[in-house]
């Protein structure tokens, strides 16, 4: 049955590759994004996160069956964890009401690898408080001591946390709408592709994410699992973190996580 899907980050990457599946699929597809798509909005801002949701229920007519959050960078700046923890839970936060009218609701982000590298406590506990100002400063001081990097691990730490916490609340799984994320390892993108041409840099990646299984992934092979875990045919996986990382999380952590 056709449905009807809003991804974010929809115009490169594994938003780009998501949205095309669907489409291919038969679904109808609100792709967002910062310059392109169906909606143009700026998530790392309040204004942006506002008009996404004043769009969305637009276009929508106040019903969605999917939600896939994708939009994110991976910058030594404060930006990435206004992007990537707060736009995506105000996204979600925001189009829930629409997602509880739909059909088999479902609702997936985009983490990473990197949630389980190192993190600034600060940082994460100030996102999983719900305080962006005090988020922001965080950042800012972690690169200003140069540990700039772990900014965007931070981000995605924090976001899985808060799935795991958010999935199983009266408001989503009482609601019937499930809320996963999925966390790959590398994904050969025009963002990481810098990183990879230089050996040097890619030796670093490598140690910093081995891929057991196949090596670095392509946007089209993490887009079927997204798929799934939006589709109907999810009807009990919730507040999940899935890597599709060729075996990096268990090369990291082994079994201790058990």
């Not at 959050?69 to 936060?93: E, K, Q, S």
């Not at 100002?133 to 730490?157: I, N, Q």
Request: include cysteine; proline fraction near 6%.
């Amino acid at each position: 049955m056709p449905r009807t899907c809003l991804v974010t980050g929809a115009a490169s990457g594994i938003g780009h590759a998501t949205a095309a599946l669907l489409r291919q699929r038969g679904h109808t597809v609100i792709g967002a994004d910062l310059h392109a798509g169906d909606i143009r909005a700026d998530l790392a801002t309040d204004e942006g996160r506002a008009a996404l949701v004043a769009r969305a229920r637009e276009l929508t007519g106040g019903r969605l069956d999917a939600v896939v959050c994708c939009a994110g960078v991976a910058r030594f700046d404060p930006v990435t964890i206004r992007l990537n923890h707060f736009g995506a839970v105000a996204t979600l936060d925001g189009l829930l009401p629409l997602l509880a009218a739909g059909t088999a609701p479902r609702a997936v982000v985009v983490g990473s690898i990197d949630s389980v590298h190192p993190t600034d406590p600060e940082t994460v506990a100030a996102a999983l408080a719900g305080d962006e100002a005090a988020a922001v400063a965080a950042a800012r001081a972690a690169v200003d001591r140069g540990e700039g990097h772990l900014v965007y691990s931070s981000s995605k730490a924090a976001l899985s946390r808060w799935v795991r916490r958010t999935a199983v609340t009266d408001a989503w799984a009482g609601a019937g709408v499930t809320l996963n994320a999925v966390a790959p390892g590398v994904v050969v993108t025009p963002l990481t592709r810098p990183l990879l041409d230089d050996p040097a840099t890619r030796a670093l990646v490598e140690r910093a994410v081995p891929m057991p299984l196949h090596g670095h992934a392509r946007p089209e092979q993490i887009a079927p699992l997204i798929a799934w875990l939006a589709s109907p045919e999810n009807a009990l996986v919730t507040g999940q973190v899935v890597f599709a990382d060729g075996g990096a999380d268990a090369v990291l952590r082994g079994d201790g996580t058990w």
